[in-house]
């Protein structure tokens, strides 16, 4: 156990202090947090490697508005020890979400880019993210459906139609687009105070069903051993 984490640590000391001074105020980058759980697997320092595992599902949380633009440079390096790891199959979800999301294109040499392309996925985590793609932009339909629904209580109440640019911009990202849609000004937008009351809860049920449905497709289901 000492010679492993002698070598451990002689193998990390040149990244602990020359940054030991920022990791004090701020958790390692990750590509630093990378070399760490590298390293420790291949010393097989548990400890280290599950202190690294933990740091690295802070950088991916399982809600996509928290996670660092900073971050979202290694999204696809992430999903990558997603599938190495089963301690980070956590952050499968989010890393997911934001690939299905967003067209990560960088032109070669982009200083402010240093992950991986999406090319450099496996064909069959290609497939996963394409069928995920069609089943985010098939979830508009759902909340197109709650927003149109007729008032039964006030006959002033005119609902307006779901913006068509609200729908393509957020086309492959249903999650902030909900987001967008609930903290409108729902009164001037023809909404009576019910409407409103009611199409919010909906939709906060239809966001939750399409974050499960992502969890769904990316991660593999759980086998008994």
Not at 195 to 212: G, V
Request: aromatic share 10%; charged share 20%; proline share 6%.
């Amino acid at each position: 156990m000492r010679q492993c984490e002698s070598c451990f640590k002689n193998f990390v000391r040149p990244i602990e202090i020359s940054h030991l001074s920022a990791y004090m105020y701020e958790p390692p980058p990750f590509p630093v947090l990378r070399q760490i759980l590298v390293a420790a697997n291949f010393y097989k320092c548990h400890l280290y490697a599950k202190q690294a595992q933990r740091a690295i599902l802070v950088l991916f949380p399982d809600e996509p508005n928290k996670v660092a633009l900073y971050n979202l440079s290694f999204i696809v390096e992430a999903t990558k020890l997603g599938r190495i790891h089963t301690g980070l199959q956590g952050l499968l979800r989010c890393t997911f979400y934001h690939l299905a999301r967003k067209t990560f294109k960088r032109e070669a040499g982009d200083p402010d880019y240093d992950g991986e392309r999406l090319e450099s996925l496996p064909g069959s985590e290609l497939v996963i993210l394409l069928e995920l793609q069609r089943q985010l932009a098939s979830s508009w339909d759902g909340i197109s459906t709650i927003l149109q629904a007729n008032c039964a209580c006030n006959p002033k109440c005119s609902r307006q139609p779901l913006s068509a640019t609200t729908r393509n911009i957020y086309l492959f990202d249903p999650i902030h687009g909900i987001n967008k849609v609930i903290k409108q000004d729902w009164i001037s937008n023809g909404f009576c105070v019910f409407c409103m009351n009611d199409a919010t809860s909906k939709l906060k049920k239809e966001r939750t069903k399409i974050w499960d449905n992502v969890q769904t497709l990316v991660t593999p289901p759980r086998t008994e051993s």
